[in-house]
């Protein structure tokens, strides 16, 4: 089991940042490939951003490349999601996700998935 908490979200203006974070707790965090998705109202969830077990892979929706940035660091047990030159259609519910993987790949089908955070609400005004 790995248990995940999403933190950092908020309100902003467009054009501007946030960072989030994921801690994670429970089985290996290194073991894992890491994603970030999010879901806005009505919507269905999306891929955002995903990073392999030891940060060597990384992979972004064409959406937000150039915007955002995934990175982990193993010995706090945390992801980040950097985010820049944020637009009012950033806006929703942002879920980290944590896939138990033996090699250095990365997913973005919420259904290779096997842990997910409860979420951070990011709201970008316009």
């Known amino acids: 089991q790995v248990q995940l908490v999403e933190s950092g979200g908020g309100l902003v203006q467009a054009g501007g940042s946030l960072r989030l974070s994921c801690a994670a707790s429970g089985r290996a965090f290194s073991m894992h490939a890491m994603g970030w998705f999010r879901q806005a109202p009505g919507k269905e969830r999306e891929f955002v951003a995903a990073i392999s077990r030891s940060g060597q892979r990384t992979d972004y929706a064409d959406s937000v490349k150039g915007r955002f940035t995934i990175s982990r660091d193993n010995a706090k047990n945390t992801v980040y999601l950097q985010m820049t030159s944020l637009k009012p259609e950033d806006t929703a519910l942002y879920y980290c996700?944590?896939?138990?993987?033996?090699?250095?790949?990365?997913?973005?089908?919420?259904?290779?998935?096997?842990?997910w955070g409860q979420g951070t609400q990011v709201t970008v005004s316009s």
């Open positions: 996700a944590a896939d138990y993987a033996i090699s250095q790949r990365t997913g973005v089908a919420a259904s290779e998935y096997d842990y």
